[in-house]
């Protein structure tokens, strides 16, 4: 991983430049910029998930095809129309649900893995302070989300994606333990800030290529408000939307 990488060679930089500038007026400047420079890869590597800093996430398709993500989900009125509008498009779609969310809907999460899409795990607390969890409670939390999910499916996911993007080194040990695959996107619609469908559209088609992972949230309405365009505009471009799954070459769900 990276940040070990990083870590040793701050460590080595450290005492090497300690040594060799210690008799010099520049040993407290050059030690505050390694260090500066160190917290600014670690900042960089936990809020950018692409960076794969912390934790390897798969961010692109080995095919050509894209493949389309929901997370925050299932929500009572916005996931049953992107679920309608991916039947009527014959578009097979994952969602990252939230535990709690789950729980309280699993008609919905029921729906969605039975209309043949993959349901993946995006915790079951969704806290905003879930990236300072302990590593016990980390645990837990993603733990709880796989069991909610088997209670409803008998199916366990092997998907994870890490809430707001955010990883650190307790991710790491976490989903190696229960062998959970990060998946992160190449492409962010930015549907949590689009004030309306056209730019949500525009956001995606925009920068749309092959292999594309796009990050959608349908718990909003502007999502499903734009959902059946995007859909139109990537046929219009021979663009293949195919299952998460399939495009990254990985099992959905632990073989029980
Ligand atoms: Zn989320």
Same mark, same amino acid.
């Given at each position: 991983?990276?940040?070990?990488?990083?870590?040793?060679? %701050?460590?080595?930089?450290?005492?090497?430049?300690?040594?060799?500038?210690?008799? %010099?007026?520049?040993?407290?400047? +050059?030690?505050?910029? @390694?260090?500066?420079?160190?917290?600014?890869?670690?900042?960089?590597?936990?809020?950018? @998930?692409?960076?794969?800093?912390?934790?390897?996430? @798969? #961010?692109?398709?080995?095919?050509?095809?894209?493949?389309?993500?929901?997370?925050?989900?299932?929500?009572?009125?916005?996931?049953?129309?992107?679920?309608?509008?991916?039947?009527?498009?014959?578009?097979?779609?994952?969602?990252?649900?939230?535990? *709690?969310?789950?729980?309280?809907?699993?008609?919905?999460?029921? /729906?969605?893995?039975?209309?043949?899409?993959?349901?993946?795990?995006?915790?079951? =607390? #969704?806290?905003?302070?879930?990236?300072?969890? =302990?590593?016990?409670? $980390? *645990?837990?939390?993603?733990?709880?989300?796989?069991?909610? !999910?088997?209670?409803? $499916?008998?199916?366990?996911?092997?998907?994870? /994606?890490?809430?707001?993007?955010?990883?650190?080194?307790?991710?790491? %040990?976490?989903?190696?333990?229960?062998?959970?695959?990060?998946?992160?996107? =190449?492409?962010?619609?930015?549907?949590?800030?689009?004030?309306?469908?056209?730019?949500? +559209?525009?956001?995606?088609?925009? *920068?749309?290529?092959?292999?594309?992972?796009?990050?959608? #949230?349908?718990?909003?309405?502007?999502?499903?408000?734009?959902?059946?365009?995007?859909?139109? #505009?990537?046929?219009?471009?021979? +663009? !293949? @939307?195919?299952?998460?799954?399939?495009?990254?070459?990985?099992?959905?769900?632990? +073989?029980?």
């Amino acid at each position: 991983m990276k940040h070990k990488i990083i870590t040793a060679i %701050t460590g080595i930089a450290l005492v090497l430049c300690g040594f060799a500038f210690w008799e %010099t007026g520049y040993v407290k400047f +050059i030690l505050g910029i @390694i260090s500066a420079f160190y917290l600014i890869s670690t900042a960089y590597g936990s809020f950018e @998930i692409r960076s794969n800093y912390f934790v390897t996430s @798969i #961010h692109k398709g080995k095919k050509k095809s894209i493949a389309l993500t929901f997370d925050d989900g299932p929500h009572p009125e916005n996931t049953p129309r992107i679920l309608d509008i991916l039947k009527e498009k014959g578009v097979k779609a994952t969602f990252f649900v939230i535990g *709690k969310n789950a729980e309280k809907y699993p008609e919905l999460v029921r /729906r969605i893995d039975a209309e043949g899409h993959i349901v993946a795990n995006h915790s079951y =607390s #969704h806290n905003y302070l879930i990236a300072f969890f =302990s590593t016990k409670r $980390l *645990k837990n939390d993603l733990i709880h989300c796989n069991d909610i !999910v088997y209670q409803i $499916l008998e199916k366990k996911p092997k998907l994870f /994606r890490p809430p707001f993007g955010v990883t650190n080194p307790r991710y790491g %040990t976490v989903l190696k333990e229960l062998n959970l695959q990060s998946i992160g996107w =190449s492409l962010r619609s930015f549907d949590t800030r689009a004030k309306n469908k056209y730019q949500l +559209i525009q956001n995606v088609i925009s *920068k749309l290529q092959k292999r594309d992972i796009v990050l959608l #949230h349908d718990h909003l309405p502007v999502t499903a408000d734009a959902l059946e365009d995007l859909i139109e #505009h990537c046929r219009s471009k021979n +663009i !293949v @939307i195919q299952p998460l799954p399939l495009i990254i070459n990985k099992d959905p769900y632990e +073989i029980l």
